[in-house]
C-alpha cells in the first residue's frame, strides 16, 4: 500500500534575514519559508552550533536547528510548538505572500460534477476547486445554506464539511476532518498530496 504525506506549503521568500548563533549573528538570505522550516543561504560561518535562532525582518527570532544542507544552501528546522509555527507563518504569508500563498493549503482547479447533502436533501453542485481543508462549489440552483453539509462525487466518497460563505449560488465549504484523513480519501487528486514509497 502506498503511503501518503502532506507536502507542507512553502513560500518563497527572497529575503533577507540574520541567523543568530552563540559566536554572534550571520546574515542570511532568507530562501523558502514553511510552518516547520526554512530554507537560507548564510553569508558567513555558522561554525558547528546545534542551536540557532533565525531572524526574519518584522517577526522577532526563531528558534531552529540545522538539518541539512546542500551547497551553500542550509534547511532550517523550527523548534517550538506547532501552534506558534503556524501563527508566525501565516503572518508572513499576509506580509509577503501571494493570494494563493494566503490559503492554508494548496487548491486545485476542478469541474467536477458533486452533490450537496444537507438536512435529508441531495443538491447538485459544480466542484469548482478543492483543497485538504476546503472546496468551493456552485449549486444547480440558488438556495441559502448554512451549517453541516456532506459532499459527494464520482471521484470521491463523502466528505463532511461546514459552509463558511456564500455568494449567490457559489459556496465555500471548509472540510470537518484532518488534512491527513481528507488526503487518505482524496489520494492522488490535489497537487498538495504526494505519494511516497
Known sequence: ???????????????????????????CEILTLARSGALVRPLGDLGEAEELFLAVRGFGQLACKPVDSDGDCLELAFCGDPESQD?????????????????????????WPGQLSVGGRMLDCTVLNMSLGGAKVAL????DLSGAVTLSGDRFEGLQAKVVWQRGRVLGLQFSQEPAQIANVLGNLLPAIKASA
Open 87 to 111: 501563527a508566525v507563518f501565516q503572518d508572513i504569508l499576509e506580509r509577503f505572500g501571494d493570494e494563493e500563498g494566503r490559503r492554508r493549503f494548496l487548491r486545485r482547479s476542478v469541474l
Open 1 to 27: 500500500m502506498t503511503e501518503l504525506r502532506l507536502v507542507e506549503q512553502q513560500v518563497a521568500l527572497q529575503q533577507p534575514g540574520t541567523i543568530q548563533t552563540p559566536d554572534g549573528a550571520v546574515d
Open 140 to 143: 444547480s440552483e440558488e438556495i
